[in-house]
């Protein structure tokens, strides 16, 4: 077998891991953002330690991408040692901050928490949405390297025909917190008037996924690059994936009131479903038109990444709905709070369902993107944002109990007629309000697309120049992390200096 070869067998025939374990992980980046917010706390205003951009960088990069680097590949099989160290560590962090709070020091915790859940917060910007995309981010760009490398558990890689893979969580995950904060979403007048106009828009801002499809597919073919074809198709890629959504999308909320997408996901999904059951869809897809595994004309060639879209379009309008739910004006902790909870219940629900379609219909199938893994990935999605929410809320509690505490991507605090107007002076300091945001959170989100492309690029070079295969776990392990660090830190300075790739 030549090195292509190779490359393309060690990540082909995978069945994936189990739900739980892969839940589990997802809870995991959660915490650790969490944990990063009481560092910052107390090392900045309890430790009287300052902070610089350079500060800010290692502690957001150790914090964050360091250990889900570690969860990917070495420590992929100890994660519930994993989280109970970062709660342990997060409870203790919490302990020292309360113990040495300068509000309210003499007050019972009782009536401290009284008080807070008196307090608003900045509502029109989501933390937790934030953290969301840049999860879902980072972990496709580790896993896009390291599962070429032997020390990236064969568990967590896409999956060939069924099964739940951690990577198969990364491309649905990515639709998801796109549509979160979509056009639709953050702009809703952009739908009135003209609705040729708002679909001659949405036309207009695809050409750039157009660009990158392409030269994609031509870098790809023309270097001889190893591809997994029962991935896509032979010239399919995720970008043509996201092209066609961004099309479809439109014209459905043309037809469709915005505040039904959630039916829109449901009925698209479920009568795909049918059609994989009782047509020759499903044949179609596993093995062509001539049911042979032709690969001979565009359909044939592409045949997963074409009708696969249907079950992005479900994810998409599932995102949309969710996006429309939490971006509602809400500033009262208490009304965020039920939001939290109720995305929590939906996903338990969602995962309830999982469990009864997969033993009653179909498994999951990332290939096809069936009914199962449309409703794996929203509920997955919902377990993930509800534990960030959860932890933006405990953060603010935080950030409640120190004078001036501000914590870079979380909510500010702002004044309630039912708080003190002494305390009240100081819960976001005008020195604070000014001060640059010198946050990698921030900056991977609002770099998205620079970050994704650099990491498919730096990966790609990474492939050529190293023999990944025959790596060893100390090396990979230094190879992935110095990708990650170099493509976080290009991407801030990027941030710092405000350079941006705006397309729509």
């Excluded at 989280?83 to 300068?102: E, H, N, P, S």
């Excluded at 004006?329 to 208490?334: A, M, Q, T």
């Excluded at 939001?339 to 498994?363: K, M, R």
């Excluded at 710092?496 to 397309?503: S, V």
């Amino acid at each position: 077998m030549s090195q292509k070869q190779m490359k393309e067998a060690f990540v082909s025939n995978l069945n994936g891991t189990t739900v739980l374990e892969i839940t589990q992980g997802l809870c995991f980046p959660a915490f650790c953002i969490l944990c990063r917010g009481f560092l910052i706390i107390f090392s900045q205003y309890l430790c009287s330690f300052s902070h610089t951009w350079k500060t800010r960088f290692f502690i957001d990069f150790v914090v964050l991408i360091v250990p889900m680097v570690a969860t990917l590949t070495i420590w992929a099989s100890f994660i519930l040692l994993e989280l109970l160290a970062v709660i342990i560590f997060g409870a203790g962090l919490f302990y020292q901050i309360y113990r040495r709070r300068t509000c309210y020091a003499r007050l019972p915790f009782q009536k401290i928490l009284e008080k807070f859940l008196n307090i608003s917060l900045e509502s029109e910007y989501i933390p937790a949405i934030s953290c969301f995309r840049v999860i879902t981010s980072a972990f496709t760009a580790i896993a896009i390297l390291a599962v070429d490398f032997p020390f990236f558990p064969r568990r967590f890689a896409k999956t060939e025909l069924y099964g739940t893979g951690a990577m198969d969580f990364g491309v649905g995950g990515f639709v998801f917190g796109t549509a979160m904060v979509c056009l639709e979403v953050r702009r809703r007048k952009c739908m009135e008037g003209s609705k040729l106009h708002y679909f001659t828009n949405s036309l207009y801002s695809v050409w750039p996924l157009v660009f990158l499809g392409i030269g994609r597919l031509a870098i790809i073919k023309s270097i001889g690059y190893q591809e997994h074809l029962t991935e896509y198709g032979v010239h399919w890629n995720f970008f043509f994936t996201i092209i066609v959504v961004k099309l479809i999308t439109p014209l459905l909320f043309i037809i469709f009131p915005l505040n039904k997408s959630w039916i829109i996901a449901l009925s698209v999904t479920v009568l795909y479903q049918l059609a994989l059951d009782f047509t020759s869809l499903k044949r179609l897809i596993l093995y062509g038109t001539d049911g042979s595994g032709t690969r001979i004309g565009l359909l044939n060639a592409n045949r997963e990444g074409i009708i696969s879209t249907l079950g992005y379009v479900a994810i998409h309008m599932a995102g949309v709905q969710t996006g429309l739910y939490v971006h509602k004006n809400r500033s009262h902790i208490k009304d965020l709070i039920k939001v939290a909870c109720f995305l929590l219940l939906a996903a338990i629900s969602l995962f309830i369902s999982l469990y009864v379609v997969q033993v009653n219909v179909e498994a999951v199938s990332r290939r096809m993107a069936n009914l199962a893994f449309c409703i794996w990935i929203v509920a997955s999605s919902l377990i993930l944002l509800s534990s960030l929410l959860l932890g933006d809320i405990i953060l603010s509690f935080a950030k409640f109990l120190i004078k001036g505490a501000l914590v870079p991507c979380s909510w500010k605090l702002i004044q309630s007629p039912v708080t003190s107007k002494k305390h009240s002076e100081y819960l976001i300091p005008e020195a604070e309000r000014m001060e640059p945001r010198l946050c990698l959170i921030t900056a991977l989100n609002r770099k998205q697309l620079i970050f994704f492309l650099l990491s498919n690029i730096t990966t790609g070079l990474i492939n050529l120049m190293v023999d990944t295969l025959h790596s060893s776990t100390l090396w990979a392990l230094f190879v992935v992390n110095l990708y990650m660090f170099s493509n976080c830190l290009i991407v801030y300075v990027l941030y710092l200096q405000d350079k941006t790739i705006q397309f729509w």
